[in-house]
């Protein structure tokens, strides 16, 4: 993708679904760990013509390797750590550190990403080392390479349509966790009044 932001919708949609088997921030933020090979390609080897291909972090063995030591080091760091309960306790969201959430995470957001920019960008060698081209690409494309653009349009369209609907259940996400406190605040008052009346003495 141009821009990594642009992962952070189908990302953080899918993220929000799966919110019981998989850590958010990680699912996230490992976004921008895999587009760092991006920028180390145009500091490291600035007259290539390819940009996906530095360290090979876009393919689905290094990728997924690559999010699960971060995932990892975001669990061994307790500063990272925090900044990670920080960002959810902002978020209004429910969220406690687990070690194999956390590397699901890592792994699946590295190749929803890999997959994701599989499609956009031909240079993705997604199934190296076995295949040095990029076959996804090769077959959505046409044989002369004719869908490129309308390809490329439609991914990003998907990216956007994907954050809108990121927001969309988030915010009904949180009315919810509201409703719910709400029931159960007025559970526990029923509860607490009805102890109080069998406490009372019986008259008579
Ligand atoms: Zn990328």
């Keep these: 993708m141009p821009y990594t932001p642009y992962h952070f919708g189908p990302n953080g ?12 921030p990680v699912f996230l933020l490992v976004n921008a760990a895999i587009d760092a090979s991006v920028l180390g390609d145009r500091i490291f080897a600035p007259g290539d013509e390819t940009v996906h291909q530095f ?5 689905l063995l290094v990728g997924g390797c690559v999010g699960a ?3 990892a080091a975001i669990y061994y760091v307790p500063l990272l750590r925090r900044l990670c309960e920080k960002g959810m306790a902002w978020l209004d969201l429910p969220y406690r550190v687990s070690l194999s959430k956390m ?9 929803i990403h890999v997959g994701i920019d599989s499609i956009h960008h031909a240079d993705v060698q997604i199934l190296w080392p076995l295949l040095g081209d990029n076959p996804v690409n090769d077959a959505l494309n046409g044989m002369f390479n004719e869908r490129s653009l309308i390809l490329r349009g439609y991914v990003v369209r998907w990216c956007l349509w994907a954050w809108l609907l990121l927001f969309v259940q988030y915010a009904l996400m949180l009315n919810a966790f509201r ?10 008052f029923r509860r607490l009044l009805s102890a109080m009346r069998l406490r009372q003495p019986q008259l008579n």
């Design 179 to 188: 409703l719910k406190a709400r029931f159960t605040a007025v559970w526990r």
């Design 69 to 71: 030591l971060f995932a």
């Design 13 to 24: 949609l899918v993220a929000l679904m799966l919110r019981r088997w998989i850590d958010v």
């Design 55 to 59: 360290l090979h972090m876009h393919t």
């Design 103 to 111: 590397l699901l995470a890592g792994v699946l957001g590295a190749w």
